[in-house]
């Protein structure tokens, strides 16, 4: 394992890593609010729950901005933006429909929302470890936290089944 060079705090090394998650997080919360816009009105049963998924990872987001004041962790604003960026250019992969919407769009969404969610669970377990050193830390916050992220990843695998179902597995539908 790699120890941090002499000069470079731990301190320093957590709002890195935090800053990192938040440009991670503002991707997600784009790409969550993309996917709840565009399943309104097609199957109104999983438009609600991306929805309600939106609202819980926008919520995650604002906790990890609160740890970060918390820690005195500045956000990288660039790093922000680079995501935010990043995200609106993913709109532009086309999945075998260049006018309109494909259905492989919505099955790609929910993958790439629940890789994002994997990544924030990862985030609240490596700060519950750094919690036994930085008293900051919330360590019962951090647990509801990362309870949440398992019961968003639960909800994540239903939904990639019903759209997979949806997408592959009806017959005679033929996605292109």
């Given amino acids: 394992m790699d120890t941090p060079p002499a000069n470079v705090s731990q301190r ?7 800053n990192d998650h938040l440009a991670g997080a503002t991707g ?8 709840a816009r565009a ?17 819980e990872v926008r919520a995650d987001r604002r906790s990890l901005q609160e740890i970060m004041a918390t820690l005195g962790a500045k956000p990288a604003h660039y790093k922000v933006f680079a995501a935010w960026l990043g995200e609106k250019a993913g709109r532009f992969k086309p999945n075998a429909g260049v006018f309109r919407r494909s ?3 919505a099955l790609i969404e929910i993958e790439a929302l629940y890789l994002g969610v994997q990544g924030k669970a990862s985030a609240w377990r490596t700060l519950l470890a750094a919690a036994e050193r930085e008293t900051d830390l919330d360590a019962q916050h951090l647990r509801t936290l990362l309870d949440r992220a398992q019961q968003q ?5 239903d939904l990639h089944h019903e759209v997979a179902t949806q997408v592959y597995g009806a017959r005679g539908h033929n996605p292109s």
Avoid at 28 to 35: D, F, S, T, Y
Wanted: aromatic fraction near 2%; hydrophobic fraction near 40%.
């Fill in 153 to 157: 990843l639960t909800e994540l695998e």
């Fill in 39 to 55: 399943n309104q009105g097609r199957t109104p049963d999983i438009s609600a729950r991306v929805r309600a998924l939106t609202e």
């Fill in 28 to 35: 997600g919360v784009e790409l969550a609010a993309r996917a």
């Fill in 103 to 105: 259905p492989l769009s």
């Fill in 12 to 18: 320093r090394l957590l709002s890195i890593y935090l």
